[in-house]
């Protein structure tokens, strides 16, 4: 078994800043990737950012250049520093990873039980 433990939501005011992170740990041989997918009320859950384990990173456009993916492989640990939050970024944000449980296995998805971040004033 693998456990996402996401932790670093919370309320902020527009403008403000929040980091999210998320360690994975149980089976796990190899991480393909990291990432972090959103959902509002009434909305599909949808891709906010994705790392490789070789550090390519992938955005919506919609937090391009506010918010910043980053990993630290060696702990399993994939960070979202979101910067000029807007209330639109209100969302559950789910942790998600690609990885491989056991040496030969197929690769499967794993997603934590997510972490409410409010934007308001």
């Known amino acids: 078994q693998v456990q996402l433990v996401e932790s670093g939501g919370g309320l902020v005011q527009p403008g403000g800043s929040l980091r999210l992170s998320c360690a994975a740990s149980?089976?796990?041989?190899?991480?393909?990737?990291m990432g972090w997918y959103r959902q509002s009320p009434g909305k599909q859950r949808e891709l906010v950012a994705f790392?490789?384990?070789?550090?390519?990173?992938n955005y919506a456009d919609s937090v391009k250049a506010r918010f910043t993916i980053s990993s630290d492989n060696a702990k399993n640990t994939v960070f979202l520093q979101m910067n000029s939050l807007k209330p639109e970024d209100t969302a559950v944000y789910y942790c998600?990873?690609?990885?491989?449980?056991?040496?030969?296995?197929?690769?499967?998805?794993?997603w934590g039980q997510g972490t409410q971040v409010t934007v308001s004033s």
């Open positions: 149980g089976s796990i041989f190899s991480i393909s990737g």
């Open positions: 998600y990873t690609e990885l491989y449980p056991t040496r030969g296995s197929v690769r499967t998805n794993y």
């Open positions: 790392i490789t384990r070789g550090g390519t990173a």
